[in-house]
Protein backbone atom coordinates (compact mmCIF):
# COMPACT_ATOMS: atom_id res chain seq x y z
CA UNK A 1 0.00 0.00 0.00
CA UNK A 2 1.12 3.63 -0.48
CA UNK A 3 1.76 5.30 2.42
CA UNK A 4 3.41 8.30 3.85
CA UNK A 5 5.09 8.51 7.25
CA UNK A 6 6.84 11.71 9.20
CA UNK A 7 7.59 10.13 12.27
CA UNK A 8 7.57 13.43 14.33
CA UNK A 9 4.36 15.17 15.31
CA UNK A 10 6.22 18.06 17.03
CA UNK A 11 10.03 19.30 16.48
CA UNK A 12 10.86 22.11 18.59
CA UNK A 13 14.83 23.79 18.05
CA UNK A 14 16.25 27.19 18.61
CA UNK A 15 16.62 29.63 15.99
CA UNK A 16 19.65 29.11 14.10
CA UNK A 17 20.03 25.69 15.00
CA UNK A 18 19.55 22.95 11.67
CA UNK A 19 16.21 21.03 10.87
CA UNK A 20 15.47 17.76 9.78
CA UNK A 21 11.83 17.04 9.47
CA UNK A 22 11.90 13.33 8.37
CA UNK A 23 9.37 11.94 6.06
CA UNK A 24 9.66 7.96 4.67
CA UNK A 25 7.19 6.61 2.02
CA UNK A 26 5.90 3.23 0.28
CA UNK A 27 5.61 3.39 -2.96
CA UNK A 28 5.97 0.06 -5.86
CA UNK A 29 6.47 2.52 -8.38
CA UNK A 30 8.70 6.02 -9.38
CA UNK A 31 6.89 8.44 -6.74
CA UNK A 32 7.00 11.77 -6.96
CA UNK A 33 7.46 13.64 -3.46
CA UNK A 34 6.64 17.09 -2.48
CA UNK A 35 6.66 18.92 1.17
CA UNK A 36 3.63 21.46 2.09
CA UNK A 37 3.70 24.01 4.43
CA UNK A 38 0.88 26.00 6.17
CA UNK A 39 1.69 28.62 8.14
CA UNK A 40 -0.43 29.32 11.02
CA UNK A 41 -4.03 30.99 9.89
CA UNK A 42 -2.93 30.17 6.22
CA UNK A 43 -3.82 27.74 3.53
CA UNK A 44 -1.46 24.94 2.49
CA UNK A 45 1.03 25.62 -0.02
CA UNK A 46 4.04 23.87 -1.67
CA UNK A 47 7.33 24.24 -0.45
CA UNK A 48 8.58 22.10 -2.80
CA UNK A 49 8.57 19.02 -5.03
CA UNK A 50 11.80 16.94 -5.32
CA UNK A 51 12.11 16.90 -9.53
CA UNK A 52 12.78 20.69 -9.54
CA UNK A 53 15.46 20.25 -7.21
CA UNK A 54 15.49 23.92 -5.90
CA UNK A 55 15.90 25.30 -2.33
CA UNK A 56 13.07 26.95 -1.05
CA UNK A 57 13.70 29.80 1.79
CA UNK A 58 16.57 27.84 2.93
CA UNK A 59 14.89 24.48 2.80
CA UNK A 60 16.19 21.60 0.87
CA UNK A 61 14.99 17.68 0.52
CA UNK A 62 16.76 15.10 -1.06
CA UNK A 63 15.12 11.88 -2.54
CA UNK A 64 16.92 8.66 -1.30
CA UNK A 65 15.01 5.89 -3.05
CA UNK A 66 16.97 3.30 -1.79
CA UNK A 67 15.84 4.08 2.10
CA UNK A 68 12.49 5.58 0.58
CA UNK A 69 12.81 8.53 2.24
CA UNK A 70 12.50 12.42 1.18
CA UNK A 71 13.69 14.38 4.63
CA UNK A 72 13.80 18.19 5.03
CA UNK A 73 15.95 19.80 5.95
CA UNK A 74 17.64 23.73 6.64
CA UNK A 75 20.84 24.05 8.30
CA UNK A 76 19.46 27.60 10.07
CA UNK A 77 16.28 27.89 11.28
CA UNK A 78 14.44 30.93 11.85
CA UNK A 79 11.24 31.94 13.61
CA UNK A 80 9.45 32.49 10.87
CA UNK A 81 9.83 28.79 9.48
CA UNK A 82 7.66 27.62 12.27
CA UNK A 83 4.76 26.16 10.81
CA UNK A 84 2.74 22.57 10.27
CA UNK A 85 4.69 20.86 7.32
CA UNK A 86 3.52 18.03 5.35
CA UNK A 87 5.36 15.24 3.01
CA UNK A 88 2.77 13.80 0.58
CA UNK A 89 3.68 11.68 -2.33
CA UNK A 90 2.12 11.66 -6.05
CA UNK A 91 0.80 8.76 -7.91
CA UNK A 92 1.29 8.90 -11.46
CA UNK A 93 -1.79 8.00 -13.82
CA UNK A 94 -4.11 7.56 -10.25
CA UNK A 95 -5.57 11.42 -11.05
CA UNK A 96 -3.44 13.49 -9.20
CA UNK A 97 -4.23 11.51 -5.82
CA UNK A 98 -1.53 13.15 -3.26
CA UNK A 99 -1.33 10.81 -0.38
CA UNK A 100 -0.39 13.25 3.00
CA UNK A 101 1.67 12.15 5.99
CA UNK A 102 0.40 13.28 9.04
CA UNK A 103 2.34 16.30 9.46
CA UNK A 104 5.28 17.75 11.92
CA UNK A 105 4.52 20.97 13.45
CA UNK A 106 7.86 22.34 13.61
CA UNK A 107 8.43 25.31 16.51
CA UNK A 108 11.69 27.61 16.36
CA UNK A 109 12.01 29.32 19.77
CA UNK A 110 13.93 32.59 19.81
CA UNK B 1 -5.53 35.69 -11.32
CA UNK B 2 -7.41 35.17 -8.62
CA UNK B 3 -6.82 32.35 -6.18
CA UNK B 4 -9.11 28.69 -4.64
CA UNK B 5 -12.14 29.92 -2.74
CA UNK B 6 -14.40 27.66 -0.72
CA UNK B 7 -17.43 28.58 0.73
CA UNK B 8 -18.65 28.18 3.67
CA UNK B 9 -16.08 28.95 6.22
CA UNK B 10 -17.42 26.97 8.30
CA UNK B 11 -20.82 25.59 8.76
CA UNK B 12 -22.58 23.09 11.98
CA UNK B 13 -24.94 19.89 10.88
CA UNK B 14 -26.95 17.51 12.23
CA UNK B 15 -26.11 13.60 12.07
CA UNK B 16 -28.04 12.35 9.39
CA UNK B 17 -28.33 15.56 7.44
CA UNK B 18 -26.80 16.39 4.17
CA UNK B 19 -24.32 18.99 3.14
CA UNK B 20 -23.04 20.61 -0.09
CA UNK B 21 -19.42 22.21 -0.17
CA UNK B 22 -18.43 24.91 -2.60
CA UNK B 23 -15.27 25.71 -4.72
CA UNK B 24 -13.99 27.68 -7.09
CA UNK B 25 -10.93 26.99 -8.72
CA UNK B 26 -8.18 28.99 -10.01
CA UNK B 27 -8.22 30.78 -12.82
CA UNK B 28 -7.51 28.62 -15.43
CA UNK B 29 -6.89 25.61 -14.15
CA UNK B 30 -9.59 22.51 -15.07
CA UNK B 31 -8.76 19.89 -11.97
CA UNK B 32 -10.17 20.22 -8.69
CA UNK B 33 -9.49 17.58 -5.96
CA UNK B 34 -11.14 17.34 -2.47
CA UNK B 35 -9.19 16.15 0.49
CA UNK B 36 -10.84 15.69 3.79
CA UNK B 37 -8.82 16.55 6.95
CA UNK B 38 -9.28 15.44 10.52
CA UNK B 39 -8.02 16.64 13.66
CA UNK B 40 -4.17 15.76 14.09
CA UNK B 41 -4.26 14.53 10.39
CA UNK B 42 -2.83 14.79 6.83
CA UNK B 43 -4.87 15.48 4.12
CA UNK B 44 -7.34 12.08 2.65
CA UNK B 45 -7.99 12.24 -1.01
CA UNK B 46 -11.50 12.21 -1.31
CA UNK B 47 -11.87 12.56 -5.74
CA UNK B 48 -10.71 14.43 -8.19
CA UNK B 49 -12.73 15.87 -10.79
CA UNK B 50 -11.06 16.63 -14.51
CA UNK B 51 -12.73 18.35 -17.05
CA UNK B 52 -16.21 17.85 -15.44
CA UNK B 53 -15.46 13.74 -14.46
CA UNK B 54 -14.63 12.10 -11.70
CA UNK B 55 -10.80 11.56 -12.41
CA UNK B 56 -10.05 9.11 -9.20
CA UNK B 57 -11.38 8.40 -5.88
CA UNK B 58 -10.28 7.78 -2.63
CA UNK B 59 -11.47 5.27 0.01
CA UNK B 60 -14.56 7.00 0.86
CA UNK B 61 -18.39 5.63 0.80
CA UNK B 62 -20.72 6.24 -1.99
CA UNK B 63 -22.57 9.26 0.39
CA UNK B 64 -19.78 11.32 -0.71
CA UNK B 65 -20.46 12.85 -4.30
CA UNK B 66 -19.11 15.63 -6.05
CA UNK B 67 -19.84 17.88 -9.37
CA UNK B 68 -17.73 19.85 -11.49
CA UNK B 69 -19.51 22.24 -13.83
CA UNK B 70 -18.35 24.25 -16.77
CA UNK B 71 -16.48 27.03 -15.33
CA UNK B 72 -14.31 24.29 -13.37
CA UNK B 73 -15.87 25.51 -10.23
CA UNK B 74 -16.94 21.82 -8.17
CA UNK B 75 -19.27 20.99 -5.15
CA UNK B 76 -18.72 18.32 -2.72
CA UNK B 77 -21.85 16.66 -1.32
CA UNK B 78 -21.98 14.78 1.75
CA UNK B 79 -25.72 12.76 2.52
CA UNK B 80 -26.60 10.92 5.80
CA UNK B 81 -23.80 12.72 7.51
CA UNK B 82 -22.11 10.96 10.57
CA UNK B 83 -20.28 12.70 13.92
CA UNK B 84 -17.05 10.84 12.39
CA UNK B 85 -17.35 13.38 9.14
CA UNK B 86 -16.70 16.44 11.46
CA UNK B 87 -13.00 17.84 9.90
CA UNK B 88 -12.14 20.39 7.75
CA UNK B 89 -12.52 19.94 4.16
CA UNK B 90 -9.84 21.24 1.65
CA UNK B 91 -10.24 21.78 -2.42
CA UNK B 92 -7.17 21.86 -4.62
CA UNK B 93 -7.21 23.25 -7.98
CA UNK B 94 -4.70 22.27 -10.48
CA UNK B 95 -3.82 21.99 -14.41
CA UNK B 96 -3.95 18.75 -16.12
CA UNK B 97 -6.22 15.47 -15.25
CA UNK B 98 -2.51 13.57 -14.59
CA UNK B 99 -2.06 15.97 -11.79
CA UNK B 100 1.28 16.11 -12.09
CA UNK B 101 1.37 20.03 -11.64
CA UNK B 102 1.44 21.95 -8.29
CA UNK B 103 -1.81 21.80 -6.71
CA UNK B 104 -3.38 25.16 -5.20
CA UNK B 105 -5.44 24.66 -1.91
CA UNK B 106 -8.26 26.90 -0.79
CA UNK B 107 -8.54 27.96 2.88
CA UNK B 108 -11.07 24.82 3.19
CA UNK B 109 -14.75 24.29 4.59
CA UNK B 110 -15.18 23.79 9.02
CA UNK B 111 -17.94 21.48 8.86
CA UNK B 112 -18.96 20.19 12.38
CA UNK B 113 -21.60 17.35 12.61
CA UNK B 114 -23.29 17.58 16.03
Known amino acids: AQRVTQPEKLLSVFKGAPVELKCNYS??????LFWYVQYSRQRLQLLLR??SRESIKGFTADLNKGETSFHLKKPFAQEEDSAMYYCALHRYNQGGKLIFGQGTELSVKP | ETGVTQSPTHLIKTRGQQVTLRCSSQSGHNTVSWYQQALGQGPQFIFQ???????GRGNFPPRFSGLQFPNYSSELNVNALELDDSALYLCASSLGGSGGTEAFFGQGTRLTVV
Open chain 2, 49 to 55: YYREEEN
Open chain 1, 27 to 32: YSGSPE
Open chain 1, 50 to 51: HI
